[in-house]
């Protein structure tokens, strides 16, 4: 069982919009804080954002500040991405991971597979 | 916080010992990271809080540092540790380093 699926990517035009999604399961959800990172093509890791495990809390990367927004549902156990004016940049795997401190704490520090995402006219 | 990761690539044998070094702009206490990266696969977590193991890994490596100097050592390099290696520093703004390449000899 993998603990962790990204869904949601594909081609969208510069400008448009995306609703990335990551569904968990085998572990207990709630308690992680909730990351997502992306890495563009022959590139390096690039975090995104941090969602709280109670979803108190949220940060971005300044990259994208302002145009995507994380949130997650506990009770269905799913994070998700919001992802609006999108541009080519943008363009890169995006994978869902759980905090390290959360980790240390409760054990899950597997990441997702990824979900692409290309942005592109 | 910017992390700088050193060297860029490492080019080293099987049975070789590997030091990749990470640097911070600022002190991010222990709050690091590092994770290793083969071609086309998700990262996985092999250490957090600077030195301590992730779950399943082994014990040829281990972490050190604190503040703004870390180091990740693979003590004899087994095959399947050629691959990229990233830094993090996870505070409320997260950071990666650019990575390290190592890369067979």
């Known amino acids: 069982q993998v603990p962790l699926v990204e869904s949601g990517g594909g081609v969208v035009q510069p400008g448009r919009s995306l609703r990335l999604s990551c569904a968990a399961s085998?572990?207990?959800?709630?308690?992680?804080?909730m990351h997502w990172v992306r890495q563009a093509p022959g590139k390096g890791l690039e975090w995104v954002a941090l969602?709280?495990?109670?979803?108190?809390?949220?940060y971005y990367a300044d990259s994208v500040k302002g145009r995507f927004s994380i949130s997650r549902d506990n009770s269905q156990n799913t994070l998700y991405l919001e992802m609006n004016s999108l541009r080519t940049e943008d363009t890169a795997v995006y994978y869902c991971a759980p905090d390290p401190i959360s980790s240390r704490v409760y054990g899950m520090q597997a990441w997702g597979r990824g979900t692409t995402v290309i942005v592109s006219s | 916080i910017v992390l700088t990761q050193s060297p860029g690539t490492l080019s080293l044998s099987p049975g070789e010992r590997a030091t990749l070094s990470c640097r911070a702009s600022?002190?991010?206490?222990?709050?690091v990271a590092w994770y290793q990266q083969t071609s086309g696969q998700a990262p996985r977590l092999l250490i957090y809080?600077?030195?301590s193991r992730a779950t399943g890994i082994p014990d040829r490596f281990s972490g050190s540092g604190s503040g703004t100097d870390f180091t990740l050592t693979i003590s004899r390099l087994e095959p399947e540790d050629f691959a990229v290696y990233y830094c993090q520093q996870y505070g409320p703004s997260p950071t990666f380093g650019q990575g390290t390449r190592v890369e067979i000899k």
């Open positions: 809080g600077a030195s």
């Open positions: 600022q002190s991010v206490d222990d709050y």
């Open positions: 969602v709280y495990h109670d979803g108190s809390k949220k």
């Open positions: 085998g572990f207990t959800f709630r308690n992680y804080g």
